[in-house]
Nanobody, 124 residues
Framework: QVQLVESGGGLVQAGGSLRLSCAAS????????VGWFRQAPGKEREFVAA????????TYADSVEGRFTISRDIAKNTAYLQMSSLKPEDTAVYYC?????????????????WGQGTQVTVSS
C-alpha cells in the first residue's frame, strides 16, 4: 500500500508561486501515474494535472494550463506541482493520488491511493 504525503502549501499573494510535493512511501509509486486534484470549500473535488509513470506525458485542466507544471523525480519517489501566477480562485486543499494505468486521467475514480492534502490559500 502506497502512502502519500503532500507538502508545500501555504498562504501566498495573487501572482505568487508555490511548489507542492507529493512524497511516496514505496518505490512502486514509480510504476503509477500521479494526479493532482483540488477541492475548494463548498465545491466538488476537481482535477488539476497528471503525469504518467515515466514522467513523459502530462495533462492539465484548462484552468491551470500554462501556469502549473507537474513533474516527478523517480529517484526521490516524489511528484511535484509547480504553481505560478496564482489566483484567488486557486485557493483549495490540494491532493495527490496514484493510478496504475488510468484511461481517464481527470477522473478521480481512476486513482486508488490519496494523500491527506495540503492547503493553498491565495490572497487578492
Amino acid at each position: 500500500q502506497v502512502q502519500l504525503v503532500e507538502s508545500g502549501g501555504g498562504l501566498v499573494q495573487a501572482g505568487g508561486s508555490l511548489r507542492l510535493s507529493c512524497a511516496a512511501s514505496e518505490r512502486t509509486f514509480n510504476n503509477y501515474a500521479v494526479g493532482w486534484f483540488r477541492q475548494a470549500p463548498g465545491k466538488e473535488r476537481e482535477f488539476v494535472a497528471a503525469i504518467d509513470w515515466n514522467g513523459i506525458a502530462t495533462t492539465y485542466a484548462d484552468s491551470v494550463e500554462g501556469r502549473f507544471t507537474i513533474s516527478r523525480d523517480i529517484a526521490k519517489n516524489t511528484a511535484y506541482l509547480q504553481m505560478s501566477s496564482l489566483k484567488p480562485e486557486d485557493t483549495a486543499v490540494y491532493y495527490c493520488a496514484t493510478a496504475p494505468r488510468p484511461l481517464h486521467w481527470a477522473r478521480s475514480y481512476e486513482y486508488d491511493y490519496w494523500g491527506q492534502g495540503t492547503q493553498v490559500t491565495v490572497s487578492s
